[in-house]
């Protein structure tokens, strides 16, 4: 069945440091790629996506590349800080407007 | 401002009870979605409404059953609660292929 992994499930850096969170995904019928970001106690947000016919897209201090051949997509966040610690969740869309996640990453940004 | 809420922010209760968890959202979006969260194992679609009256099952269904009466609500029921459905449930809505919002969760433990 459809299948997201990711890695590492936790991840700590150094404020200014820069992370990299990985995501495969097993549907090569897969379009669109978000990444939500869930601080402690609230509701996961969007922070960034993707769709199949762009390799990368930046916003800020966040980029998003994408590798279709390979079926893989990362997550890099740049000068983190500590206001960026969360869980960060990739997913995968399937079967045309369901999702399927990856099992989180929590970030630890050390001051 | 979309805005999706749920019923209750915590709930208690005893195995066998049978369990409503509400969603209402206010952006007249025709996807809605409940899915479970564990730490470790993600986002889970439990259920997926793409319209009034219709549901699709996601990856674990079994032990819940939803009803998409009105476009802006969607239900879960837990037609009979056991311990191993202990757990934070989350909805979203969206529209097609695009960013999934979520309520704020519901913190079910059964006992």
């Known amino acids: 069945g459809e299948n997201v992994e990711q890695h590492p499930s936790t991840l700590s850096v150094q404020e200014g440091d820069s992370a990299v969170i990985k995501c495969t995904y097993s549907d090569s019928a897969s379009n669109y790629f978000p990444w939500y970001k869930q601080e402690l106690g609230k509701r996961p947000q969007l922070i960034i996506d993707?769709?199949?016919?762009?390799g990368e897209k930046k916003d800020q201090r966040i980029a998003v590349t994408l590798n279709k051949t390979a079926k893989h997509f990362s997550l890099h966040i740049t000068e983190t800080q500590p206001e960026d610690s969360a869980v960060y969740f990739c997913a995968a869309e399937y079967n045309t407007d369901k999702l399927i996640f990856g099992t989180g990453t929590r970030l630890q940004v050390f001051p | 401002d979309v805005k999706v809420t749920q019923s209750s922010r915590y709930l208690v209760k005893r195995t066998g009870e049978k369990v409503f968890l509400e969603c209402v959202q206010d952006m007249d979006h025709e996807n809605m979605f409940w899915y479970r969260q564990d730490p470790g194992l993600g986002l889970r679609l439990i259920y997926f409404s793409y319209d009034v009256k219709m549901k699709e099952k996601g990856d674990i269904p079994e032990g819940y059953s939803v009803s998409r009466e009105k476009k802006e609500r969607f239900s879960l029921i837990l037609e009979s609660a056991s311990t191993n459905q202990t757990s934070m449930y989350l909805c979203a809505s969206n529209d097609r292929s695009y960013e999934q919002y979520f309520g704020p969760g519901t913190r079910l433990t059964v006992t």
């Open positions: 993707i769709r199949s016919n762009v």
